[in-house]
């Protein structure tokens, strides 16, 4: 696999990187057979969408509910959005599903957000599964400003350039990239400015709930780093943590192979013992 340039370490905001009564939440809820719940929340810049071809192979053991971020595909914006925000409504999203005890999946941002949702409710939460995410945003000052003021002065040019490095497949990166620039720009700009203060790797050790990583090869491209990788991305102190490398994918790994991630999700869903790589 081949991408088209390197993504910087500055795209972990991306990677990894009060709402009125009267604001609506587009989500899907999937009845399962079982009593299993699971909870699927899309990054930053994507929507409910990007599950749809994981949602078949999930629904028939679990309860699947697509949570959707304020500002993103169909869901109105929240004036000022953060991490924290978006914690708080994924917390009334949970209860409003019914759901007593989740596996909770997030993809880049949305890796955070869950990563939040589980210190702050641990006993809440059975599983944490975190796709190309980390405990911390690793900019540096001098990253952060320069970020700023490229999406003060050059938004669509920034989006632009930043996803459409983020899939070796045309298809996929056209379907991303229009997502993205579709989301709200004042919801896009506030949470990726959120995320530059994000960091609770010293939180980890306490943390209770079985995590599972799942890395694409665009994060994880060499199989004999990953344990450096996992320790660079603010994942050396966690208490434990398994680990699934997905070979042939960029960021948008759901996209890209959804039937192979939805196995590896409703296997450590079902039974957080199971083996992986660590």
Request: glycine share 8%.
């Amino acid at each position: 696999m081949t991408f088209r340039k390197t993504i910087p370490l500055i795209l972990v905001g991306l990677l990894l990187l009060s709402i009125s009564p009267a604001a609506a939440q587009e989500s899907e809820l999937l009845e399962g057979r079982g009593e299993l719940e699971m909870v699927l929340i899309h990054g930053l810049g994507s929507n409910t969408e990007v599950w749809d071809g994981m949602l078949p192979y999930l629904s028939g053991t679990f309860k699947v509910a697509t949570f959707e971020l304020a500002g993103h595909g169909k869901t109105q914006p929240v004036a000022d959005n953060t991490i924290g925000k978006e914690v708080a409504r994924l917390e009334a999203f949970i209860k409003e599903q019914g759901f007593a005890y989740p596996t909770v999946v997030g993809h880049g941002m949305g890796g955070m957000i869950a990563l939040q949702y589980a210190i702050e409710h641990p006993v809440d939460v059975h599983r944490l599964i975190m796709m190309d995410s980390a405990p911390v945003q690793l900019a540096t000052p001098e990253q952060k400003k320069d970020v700023a003021e490229e999406l003060l002065n050059n938004y669509d040019r920034f989006v632009a350039g930043r996803y459409s490095v983020m899939s070796p497949f045309e298809e996929i990166t056209d379907q991303i990239l229009d997502s993205a620039l579709k989301t709200d720009r004042t919801t896009f700009v506030s949470l990726l400015m959120s995320s530059f203060e994000f960091d609770v790797t010293d939180q980890l050790n306490a943390l209770p709930v079985p995590i599972l990583v799942i890395g694409s090869e665009l994060l994880f491209p060499d199989p004999d780093q990953t344990k450096t990788i996992l320790n660079q991305i603010g994942f050396a102190k966690a208490r434990s943590i398994s680990f699934k490398r997905l070979g042939q994918t960029g960021h948008f790994m759901m996209l890209e192979r959804p039937v192979y991630l939805a196995s590896i999700v409703r296997t450590y869903g079902m039974d957080a013992a199971r083996l992986f790589e660590n």
